[in-house]
């Protein structure tokens, strides 16, 4: 019994272990799997031979910078977190955020339900962990890539080549490529290792890009067999086991500037020619066993020079299947949508982070630049709006307070009370006669229409003054001049009330410009990225949007604060503007009562 707990714990314990972190020494990782849907839908399955290209850019990794030099701790995991598998980095750019990974998959991947593998990295003090030679399956026995600044054969075969005068670019399907203007050429020696035997089979796969219609140029030649194009129609020419010739041509043209996968797959009985992952023509034929020098670009010669692009050109010294070659040619082409790209996580975030912030994580350094203006606009409107709330609800409940205690006192009153406080005084002229609620001054400091009554009583007994106490009349003039003292005194209080508002109109109209602008930068930077990596698909595109939308969603956090804010002060403001101006008129309506 103790024994069958035992188990039973350490069976529950199974999924959580095979979850755990690889190691510790590595600071980041990210699941990448396998479109399974989409495989179904186009009918292809994985082979167990198969590569899978890791297209990595700012649409869907963000880590460039947290990478060890060159790459060094990059490690491929199985989807068990704890078999390594081999790769090597074709291309790596931290600085354009642009990486090319290749990873020889399991060949039980296929098997597994959800087939995925993770990619782990942050490890400054990790040794190179790429495995180039390794990587190819021993059926492989030539790849060139043309990323290098030589033209090097990748697999433990190390083809040589005896010539190689095409040009390396940078513009190719994958990386690089080898350009080919016509008079340009690639010799490969001959070598046991490269005998295209029938009996076995044989397999060549590349990509292409013509930008004009070609005066049957050779693609590849060697002795008994040539894959042509003659105007935009790949031929092959073969000369069968009993030295008879046969041409065979493609059933689909190929498409000027646009790369197309073309393969070529022989058995003992029959040569298959494919064109783009579909069977483009097929013919009996009993091959002889091909042996010699190879020629790439243009045949022995050096005649009939192709003029176009060539990458990812392979050889393989077995017949792959159709789905094989279908497969490669998903995986590598432009509009690979084979991969998803799952979240960079940390061991700290090993049960997942929400999906803010993994959207967080994407935004680029432009959009960090515009989301921290927003950022200064978003404190500076709410201290505007905290400060104008106070003291405008400080003003109006002072105004309310002055303006009860106003209303209970007459003019007559207020007159005779404040003669009676000023009658010793020796300059009249100099002693304005205030009301007697002036002795409260310091209870309504913070009332902007006690502001304008002060100035009013001051003119007003300023013009009393001048009469020395024989009359109590006021002329128009007077009143006219009592009125616009006390106006002015009214504009300077509402410019005090709008002061710093103009900082609102600013966020609301402003923010979300901004962040528009830090969206469309975003999305500039996203779909840049995706053409130069050539992967087109919604889990490389998403990222990239999503983090480009949080620059509008941050303008619009500074502008939908700021409308309400705004539009509650602006209320305030007239609620206060319109008693300050009805004060006006009660106090003059009040004085022309009893001084004309």
């Given amino acids: 019994m103790k024994r069958f707990g035992l188990l039973l714990i350490l069976f529950t314990l199974l999924p959580s272990l095979a979850s755990a972190w690889w190691s510790d020494e590595w600071g980041f990782k990210k699941k990448i799997s396998f479109d399974t849907k989409?495989?179904?839908?186009?009918?292809?399955?994985?082979?167990?031979?198969?590569?899978?290209?890791?297209?990595?850019?700012?649409?869907?990794?963000?880590?460039?910078?947290?990478?060890?030099?060159?790459?060094?701790?990059?490690?491929?995991?199985?989807?068990?977190?704890?078999?390594?598998?081999?790769?090597?980095?074709?291309?790596?750019?931290?600085?354009?955020?642009?990486?090319?990974?290749?990873?020889?998959?399991?060949?039980?991947?296929?098997?597994?339900?959800?087939?995925?593998?993770?990619?782990?990295?942050?490890?400054?003090?990790?040794?190179?962990?790429?495995?180039?030679?390794?990587?190819?399956?021993?059926?492989?026995?030539?790849?060139?890539?043309?990323?290098?600044?030589?033209?090097?054969?990748?697999?433990?075969?190390?083809?040589?080549?005896?010539?190689?005068?095409?040009?390396n670019s940078e513009g190719g399907l994958i990386g690089g490529a080898a350009v080919f203007d016509g008079k340009q050429i690639i010799r490969i020696s001959d070598a046991p290792s490269l005998a295209m035997s029938p009996a076995t089979g044989w397999t060549v796969e590349?990509?292409?890009?013509?930008?004009?219609?070609?005066?049957?140029?050779?693609?590849?030649?060697?002795?008994?067999?040539?894959?042509?194009?003659?105007?935009?129609?790949?031929?092959?020419?073969?000369?069968?086991?009993?030295?008879?010739?046969?041409?065979?041509?493609?059933?689909?043209?190929?498409?000027?500037?646009?790369?197309?996968?073309?393969?070529?797959?022989?058995?003992?009985?029959?040569?298959?020619?494919?064109?783009n992952g579909a069977a483009a023509g097929e013919f009996q034929v009993s091959l002889a066993e091909l042996s010699g020098e190879m020629t790439l670009g243009a045949d022995a010669n050096g005649a009939k020079g192709f003029s176009g692009s060539v990458d990812q050109f392979s050889i393989y010294k077995i017949a792959r299947n159709a789905n094989a070659v279908k497969f490669d040619m998903q995986m590598q082409g432009a509009s690979s949508a084979v991969l998803a790209y799952g979240e960079d996580s940390t061991p700290d975030s090993e049960e997942g982070e929400s999906y803010i912030m993994g959207t967080l994580n994407s935004v680029t350094i432009d959009g960090w630049v515009i989301i921290g203006i927003l950022g200064i606009m978003f404190v500076i409107s709410w201290m505007v709006m905290i400060s104008k709330a106070i003291i405008l609800n400080r003003t109006g409940s002072q105004n309310k307070k002055f303006e009860q205690a106003f209303g209970k006192l007459s003019m007559k009153e207020i007159t005779s009370l404040n003669r009676e406080d000023d009658e010793d005084d020796e300059d009249y002229e100099e002693s304005p006669m205030l009301l007697s609620l002036t002795s409260d001054e310091g209870n309504f400091k913070g009332s902007s229409t006690y502001r304008i009554y002060h100035v009013g009583v001051e003119e007003m007994n300023h013009r009393l003054a001048k009469n020395k106490g024989t009359d109590e009349t006021l002329s128009p003039q007077a009143m006219n001049a009592v009125k616009a003292s006390m106006d002015a005194v009214l504009v300077r209080e509402l410019q005090k009330l709008n002061s710093q508002m103009v900082l609102l109109t600013i966020a609301i109209s402003g923010g979300p410009f901004l962040g528009l602008l830090g969206t469309v930068v975003g999305v500039m930077i996203t779909f840049a990225a995706i053409a130069v990596s050539g992967e087109v698909n919604v889990n490389s595109i998403a990222p990239g949007i999503a983090a480009a939308l949080t620059a509008t969603v941050a303008g619009l956090m500074v502008a939908i604060p700021c409308l309400f804010g705004y539009n509650y002060l602006g209320g305030q403001i007239k609620s206060i503007t319109a008693d300050m101006h009805v004060f006006v008129d009660e106090f003059i309506a009040k004085l022309a009562e009893e001084h004309t």
């Fill in 38 to 167: 989409k495989l179904q839908q186009d009918g292809v399955t994985i082979p167990e031979d198969a590569f899978a290209l890791i297209r990595l850019h700012t649409g869907n990794f963000t880590y460039f910078m947290d990478l060890a030099e060159k790459g060094k701790d990059i490690r491929v995991l199985a989807a068990d977190e704890a078999t390594p598998l081999k790769f090597y980095i074709e291309k790596l750019d931290p600085v354009n955020e642009m990486a090319f990974i290749w990873v020889k998959l399991p060949k039980d991947i296929a098997t597994n339900p959800e087939p995925s593998f993770w990619l782990y990295y942050g490890n400054a003090q990790a040794v190179d962990g790429q495995d180039v030679a390794g990587s190819f399956d021993v059926s492989e026995v030539l790849a060139f890539q043309f990323d290098q600044t030589a033209i090097k054969d990748l697999t433990a075969y190390a083809q040589q080549t005896s010539e190689a005068t095409a040009t």
């Fill in 206 to 275: 590349t990509w292409v890009k013509i930008d004009q219609a070609q005066q049957s140029t050779v693609v590849l030649q060697r002795a008994g067999f040539t894959l042509l194009l003659k105007e935009q129609t790949p031929y092959l020419q073969v000369t069968d086991a009993s030295g008879k010739k046969q041409e065979l041509a493609a059933t689909t043209p190929l498409t000027l500037a646009t790369w197309q996968h073309l393969a070529v797959v022989a058995t003992s009985s029959n040569i298959t020619l494919y064109v």
